[in-house]
Structure formats: structure tokens, C-alpha cells
């Protein structure tokens, strides 16, 4: 089992990179799935077709693709890749269904499996989910600010415990000591961690520790694991 460890104020916290048992290429449904991906893939497709209006279109022909084949026998290898190759070629239908005197000029040499601008585009996706768990977490577990306390560190970086503490108050009116303060966002960095491991592990094909490092360290996601050891 593949673990990162940190101590961090006399704690000991690991992270299961391989904990999610639930790849995307076991996904009982192709189209319900790539639901959770909307957001990257919608804003791929708006950068290669021009409005989000088309990128709207292309999406449903993706979407509905999906819901007729499933993955078909592309379901191998990353998700994103497999995601890309669906949106170049959801563009290049949704434009073909375009007057000719009103249809866009595509750009998809620039649309790679590596290309920068997909890859934050997949990153930032990935990200988005990840805080999003966590707010689920301190939702079902009021007593338990991690979200709260760690988006407060992540956003402005204050210097002290007192001083987050206290913009915390200030914005949300939720009072928390700074001994909580310590003791949670030691738990929530390691958290928050495991929910961006889980939700990289998930787009992999039978994915190894070393696969989600490799993932990790090539989307940017690094930072996220700042002080834990590889």
C-alpha cells in the first residue's frame, strides 16, 4: 500500500494514494460518470468552438454518445485522454452541424493529450472537486470546520493561528479557538490531500502509487502534499 507521510506539530499523517477502488473504467454508466467533468470540458470546448453556446451543443452529441456506447473500447488508459479525444471530436460534429458561411475554424492542433492550457484546465477540474468534498465533510460534521479553516489558510495565508482565527469570525461568524485552529488544519491539509489522491487514482486505469505520483506531479498538484514525504 503506497502511503505519503508527514509530522507535522507531533502528529503523524498518511495518505492512501491508491485508497479510491473505483476507476473510471469500471463506471457503471460512461455518461453519469463523466457528469463530474462538466466544468473542464465545457471550458475546453467554449476555448476550441468560441461561445459556450456551442460548446453546449458539442457537449449533448458527447453526452449522448456516451449514453449509447459507454466508453466502448477506448475505456483503457487516463481519463483525461480518453475525455480529450471526445471533445475534439464532439467540436468537429457539433461545427459540421453549422452553415458553412457561420462555422468556426477550429484550432485542434493546439488541442493535445499534453497541451497546457487542457491539462490546468483537468487540474483546476480535479481541484474543484476536491474542495468541494471537503466542504460536504465539515456539512456533515458541523464541529469539524475543515473546510472553513483550510480555504481561510489557502486563500489569504495569515501569518498566526489568531489571525485566522479571527478572519474566520469575521467572515463566516464562526468563533474557533486557535488551538482548534492548529489541530484542524493539520487535519484538513491531510484530508484534503487524500480527496485530490482519491479523485486522481479515479481517472487512472488500474492505477499504482506510483501512477498517482507520476499523475500528481504532472497535473501541478503537488503543492497540495507540501511537507509529505514521498
Known amino acids: 500500500m503506497a502511503d505519503l507521510t508527514?509530522?507535522?506539530?507531533?502528529?503523524?499523517?498518511?495518505?492512501?494514494?491508491?485508497?479510491?477502488?473505483?476507476?473510471?473504467?469500471?463506471?457503471?454508466?460512461?455518461?453519469?460518470?463523466?457528469?463530474?467533468y462538466l466544468s473542464p470540458m465545457?471550458?475546453?470546448?467554449?476555448?476550441?468552438?468560441?461561445?459556450?453556446?456551442?460548446?453546449?451543443?458539442?457537449l449533448k452529441l458527447l453526452l449522448g454518445?456516451?449514453?449509447?456506447?459507454?466508453?466502448?473500447?477506448?475505456?483503457?488508459?487516463?481519463?483525461?485522454d480518453f475525455l480529450l479525444r471526445g471533445i475534439r471530436s464532439a467540436a468537429k460534429?457539433?461545427?459540421?452541424?453549422?452553415?458553412?458561411?457561420?462555422?468556426p475554424t477550429l484550432d485542434l492542433e493546439s488541442v493535445t493529450l499534453e497541451s497546457k492550457q487542457w491539462l490546468t484546465l483537468w487540474r483546476d477540474?480535479?481541484?474543484?472537486?476536491?474542495?468541494?468534498s471537503l466542504e460536504r465533510q465539515e456539512h456533515s460534521t458541523p464541529d469539524y470546520p475543515v473546510y472553513t479553516v483550510l480555504h481561510g489558510a489557502t486563500k489569504s495565508t495569515p501569518a498566526t493561528p489568531a489571525?485566522?482565527?479571527?478572519?474566520?469570525?469575521?467572515?463566516?461568524?464562526?468563533k474557533v479557538d486557535e488551538a482548534t485552529i492548529q489541530k484542524t488544519l493539520v487535519e484538513a491539509r491531510t484530508l484534503f490531500a487524500q480527496l485530490i489522491?482519491?479523485?486522481?487514482?479515479?481517472?487512472?486505469?488500474?492505477?499504482?502509487?506510483?501512477?498517482?505520483?507520476?499523475?500528481?506531479?504532472?497535473?501541478?498538484?503537488?503543492?497540495?502534499?507540501?511537507?509529505?514525504?514521498?
Open 163 to 174: 489571525m485566522l482565527a479571527a478572519q474566520i469570525a469575521s467572515e463566516s461568524g464562526l
Open 6 to 36: 508527514s509530522t507535522e506539530s507531533g502528529r503523524t499523517s498518511s495518505v492512501n494514494l491508491v485508497r479510491s477502488s473505483h476507476p473510471w473504467t469500471e463506471a457503471d454508466s460512461a455518461a453519469g460518470f463523466v457528469l463530474r
Open 125 to 132: 477540474g480535479l481541484l474543484e472537486r476536491a474542495w468541494r
Open 197 to 230: 489522491a482519491d479523485e486522481v487514482a479515479e481517472t487512472l486505469e488500474a492505477p499504482t502509487g506510483e501512477d498517482v505520483k507520476r499523475e500528481i506531479a504532472l497535473l501541478g498538484l503537488g503543492k497540495a502534499f507540501s511537507g509529505i514525504n514521498v
Open 93 to 103: 460534429s457539433a461545427a459540421a452541424e453549422i452553415p458553412e458561411a457561420q462555422r
Open 42 to 58: 465545457r471550458r475546453q470546448l467554449t476555448t476550441i468552438l468560441g461561445t459556450s453556446e456551442l460548446a453546449d451543443d458539442a
Open 65 to 80: 454518445h456516451l449514453v449509447s456506447v459507454g466508453f466502448g473500447e477506448h475505456k483503457r488508459g487516463r481519463l483525461r
